[in-house]
């Protein structure tokens, strides 16, 4: 017997739960039917690819090696099956986007809204998530693209450059240091209190090293993983943050405050998986981010700004 690509489905689906059980309510199937099947390719293959002598089901070492090669075969058949569907003249097709969470603030809605216009067959989905998260999600080909910083990347992660961001203090109108003008020292803030995101987030880990490497050690009031809480919080409080300038000019209630020295800037890439299929909806897409064409807040005020693209 060759073994059936709903095997590979069923074994995958039993090593992820580590139980029969839950992945037969999974895979929608009656759980003497799932473990019948799973016997039926571990008989065809010669060899035991479970271990049910513990508490949990676990793959045996012949089990890890074959499911590597499982997942490899589904996600190629997966990519496969949308280059059948790839209408070349973007008349329909799907894109898969993520962007790590400033960006939600002034950048993908815009490139979104232009790549729409361009081409309203599409069905775009757009997902948020921490950098991590993305590089993790373009490895497992459950998305095509991911807006992020440069830096180091997982093994088979691709990187184009964007343009380069730039970060600084940012006030609501009940803070001291609204309508301030004059640079603000980097000691001033252990004075202040901060709303920042959350740990998990490539933002975070930037400010945290500023003020690490400068000696400061403000008081951190507020934490949250969402950027428009952030905002939020500081309109309507006497919190500051640190966020890209670019988003300020979105928020006319928001006021950016220049910091001395000022935050280091961070490169913008586009990310892909290096070796996976790439439609023609992540073609056009990648090339209308590169091309910084993607509206006002992703464009701007020219090349090297905050939101301006430079190559």
Known sequence: MQ??????????????????????????????????????????????????????????????????????????????????????????????????????????????????SRHPGIDVEVRELTQDRVETELLADRLDLGIAFEGGHLPGVEATGLFTETLGLVVGPGHPFAGRTEPVPAAELNRHHLALLGGDFATRRHIDAYVSEHGVRPRIAVETNAVGALIEIVRRTSLATVLPDAVTRDHPHLTPVPLSPALPPRGVTLLRR???????????????????????GAGGEGAGSAGGYSK
């Open 3 to 116: 073994p059936e690509l709903r095997h590979l489905r069923y074994l995958l689906a039993v090593a992820e739960h580590a139980n029969f059980t839950r992945a037969a309510e999974e895979l929608r199937i009656a759980q003497p039917t799932l473990s019948q099947q799973v016997k039926q390719l571990e008989k065809a293959l010669g060899v035991p690819l479970l271990d049910r002598t513990g508490r949990t089901v676990r793959l045996t070492d012949a089990g890890e090696a074959y499911a590597e090669y499982a997942r490899r075969a589904l996600r190629d058949l997966a990519a496969g099956e949308r280059a059948v569907l790839d209408v070349h003249d973007l008349s329909r097709g799907r894109l898969r986007l993520a962007a790590t969470p400033t960006f939600t603030a002034y950048l993908t809605g815009p490139l979104v809204a232009a790549f729409h």
């Open 274 to 296: 290096a070796a996976g299929y790439r439609s023609a909806a992540a073609r056009a897409f990648a090339a209308l981010a590169v091309s910084g064409e993607g509206g006002e």
